[in-house]
């Protein structure tokens, strides 16, 4: 069967995007056959691409609900990169007449967004989620109210801290990014056992206190360009702990984003581009 499809970028960090309105594209993504999902993320055999986007009709009264799935066929609670791309999708179709506010659903609750002048899109995130049941994480909150703790690896003890932005993170702050050994650190943290649904893992080098530099190793996915929950869950950590203003430039390797978080209260905002790459047919 042919699909229409497209492929969007938002600072790197990639998806293939299906409209499944109105036809039975998601059934055919709930039960992955032969591991559709990981031949269409593939670089070498398929579209490549870091997740797959699947636009749906709301049952919520929103504008539309969207869901994702990782490279490897989980699908995970939210995606802050990937709703970017959605809405650019959108909005790039015409679909899109009042910009100021863009209802999604998600499996991590309504996401409420924005288009402005620019184009650039932004995302009210939501309220972190510091309480360790519900990230969840076998972490405890330090005295700052953060979930925290250390983990050792080939004798070398990381001290660990821990968000959810609807999904779960791992924050670690680091004085080098380039010189730690990123591959293995990473695989080793995502599946470890303070992190029952395993987890996102970031490695945060601080540049001041309002610019900080952010490698991600994506859950389900490995090293991404960018993860926009992650950035976000990266600036609560850093403010709350006194390393951070409550607003901060992100840099990824795919490029940057600006998140704020005022007064350490309320809902998280991200914003950031979200571009086309190219659109075509496949047969699936």
Same mark, same amino acid.
């Given at each position: 069967?042919?699909?229409?499809?497209?492929?969007?970028?938002?600072?790197?960090?990639?998806?293939?995007?299906?409209?499944?309105?109105?036809?039975?594209?998601?059934?055919?993504?709930?039960?992955?056959?032969?591991?559709?999902?990981?031949?269409?993320?593939?670089?070498?055999?398929?579209?490549? #691409?870091? +997740?797959?986007?699947?636009?749906?009709?709301?049952?919520?009264?929103?504008?539309?609900?969207?869901?994702?799935?990782?490279?490897? +066929?989980?699908?995970?609670?939210?995606?802050?990169?990937?709703?970017?791309?959605?809405?650019?999708?959108?909005?790039?179709?015409?679909?899109?007449?009042?910009?100021?506010?863009?209802?999604?659903?998600?499996?991590?609750?309504?996401?409420?967004?924005?288009?402005?002048?620019?184009?650039?899109?932004?995302?009210?995130? +939501?309220?972190?989620?510091?309480?360790?049941?519900?990230?969840?994480?076998?972490?405890?909150?330090?005295?700052?109210?953060?979930?925290?703790?250390?983990?050792?690896?080939?004798?070398?003890?990381?001290?660990?801290? #821990?968000?959810?932005?609807?999904?779960?993170?791992?924050?670690?702050?680091?004085?080098?990014?380039?010189?730690?050994?990123?591959?293995?650190?990473?695989?080793?943290?995502?599946?470890?056992?303070?992190?029952?649904?395993?987890?996102?893992?970031?490695?945060?080098?601080?540049?001041?206190?309002?610019?900080?530099?952010?490698?991600?190793?994506?859950?389900?996915?490995?090293?991404?360009?960018?993860?926009?929950?992650?950035?976000?869950?990266?600036?609560?950590?850093?403010?709350?702990?006194?390393?951070?203003?409550?607003? #901060?430039?992100?840099?990824?390797? +795919?490029?940057?984003?600006?998140?704020?978080?005022?007064?350490?209260?309320?809902?998280?905002?991200?914003?950031?581009?979200?571009?086309?790459?190219?659109?075509?047919?496949?047969?699936?």
């Amino acid at each position: 069967m042919k699909n229409n499809f497209s492929k969007y970028q938002g600072i790197g960090n990639d998806f293939i995007i299906f409209d499944a309105r109105g036809n039975k594209i998601d059934n055919l993504f709930s039960e992955n056959k032969d591991n559709l999902i990981e031949h269409l993320c593939n670089r070498n055999f398929g579209i490549g #691409a870091d +997740g797959i986007i699947l636009i749906l009709e709301s049952n919520n009264n929103c504008f539309a609900r969207m869901r994702i799935f990782n490279s490897d +066929g989980s699908e995970p609670e939210m995606c802050g990169n990937g709703i970017r791309c959605l809405i650019s999708f959108l909005n790039d179709n015409n679909e899109i007449t009042d910009k100021s506010e863009i209802r999604i659903e998600t499996k991590a609750g309504k996401i409420l967004t924005s288009i402005d002048a620019n184009e650039n899109i932004k995302v009210n995130m +939501g309220e972190p989620i510091l309480s360790p049941e519900d990230i969840p994480t076998k972490l405890l909150k330090n005295n700052l109210k953060v979930p925290n703790g250390r983990i050792t690896i080939n004798d070398q003890i990381l001290n660990v801290y #821990a968000a959810s932005m609807g999904n779960p993170h791992m924050v670690i702050f680091v004085n080098k990014i380039e010189d730690i050994p990123f591959q293995e650190y990473g695989r080793y943290l995502e599946k470890h056992n303070t992190f029952p649904n395993d987890t996102n893992v970031h490695f945060v080098e601080l540049i001041d206190k309002a610019n900080i530099k952010v490698k991600v190793w994506e859950r389900g996915c490995g090293p991404t360009l960018a993860c926009g929950t992650g950035a976000c869950a990266c600036l609560v950590v850093a403010s709350m702990i006194g390393k951070t203003l409550n607003n #901060a430039n992100v840099y990824l390797p +795919g490029g940057k984003l600006v998140i704020e978080w005022p007064n350490q209260s309320g809902p998280v905002f991200m914003q950031g581009p979200a571009i086309k790459v190219f659109s075509g047919v496949i047969d699936i």
